[in-house]
């Protein structure tokens, strides 16, 4: 039996925290048959070395993480590595048309009307790929919702959101509505809020859509582990091609 581990960055905030071990719980309820452990690279505990450490079996490691950057493409794989796993790491979550659905769910709970611009509003990075892949995040939401989204981001990466919001404000719509692209209550997330948009949607948070995607990229792996140990050439696990 392969245990699924939900790795994600780690939070200050007890809300946060509380968030994300609402969406283990609800992923584990998914399949009752299959081992999920949660842990994180950083702050919180348990610790992702910690957790590995104890598990013996084949393991996926699924980030709960919506781009690729340091912490995917670096920091991640290190830290198996150093703990001395061969556990298989799943690509992040985003982007996905399964969370341009919970984006826009949000986003009608926080009052999105027809007329308004939106802006989704992400942490940022310094990896052009990981704000590549929020920018692929935004088409599909864009297509979702049937009009322009902006990418923005609330640290690194540009345009800024207070960029973004200034842009958008000096346009016809009359109202500026702001999706939060992140996982859980937070730092990033009172960045968001403290913006100045006409309404801020909340964090994708627990939702049976998220969960689901978790699922998704921990059967991608294993499959794509079970193709490179019988020699064929496994196919990538992005539903897009956006590299993104």
Do not use: N
Not at 58 to 71: D, M, N, R
Not at 87 to 95: D, I, N, R, T, Y
Not at 210 to 239: N, S
């Amino acid at each position: 039996m392969t245990t699924l581990v939900l790795a994600g960055h780690g939070t200050r905030s007890a809300r946060g925290e509380e968030t994300l071990a609402g969406l283990c719980d609800l992923v584990r309820a998914g399949r009752p048959g299959t081992r999920v452990e949660q842990a994180f690279l950083e702050i919180s505990s348990p610790p992702l070395a910690g957790v590995l450490a104890g598990l013996t079996g084949p393991v996926v490691v699924v980030p709960l993480l919506l781009a690729g950057g340091y912490h995917v493409h670096i920091d991640l794989p290190s830290v198996v590595a150093a703990a001395g796993s061969d556990a298989v790491v799943a690509p992040p979550l985003g982007p996905h048309p399964l969370l341009a659905a919970v984006l826009a769910r949000r986003l009608a709970a926080a009052g999105l009307r027809a007329a308004d611009s939106v802006i989704l509003g992400a942490a940022g990075s310094s990896d052009p790929t990981a704000l590549a892949d929020v920018r692929a995040a935004a088409r599909l939401l864009a297509a979702r919702l049937s009009r322009p989204v902006v990418a923005a981001f609330a640290a690194a990466g540009t345009p800024t959101v207070a960029e973004a919001l200034e842009r958008l404000r000096s346009g016809p719509a009359p109202r500026v509505a702001l999706a939060s692209y992140l996982l859980a209550p937070g730092f990033f997330q009172g960045r968001l809020e403290a913006a100045g948009a006409d309404l801020v949607a909340a964090p994708l948070g627990v939702d049976t859509d998220l969960a689901a995607l978790i699922w998704t990229r921990f059967d991608q792996a294993r499959r794509t582990a079970t193709a490179a140990g019988t020699g064929r050439v496994p196919r990538g696990p992005r539903e897009m091609s956006h590299r993104a």
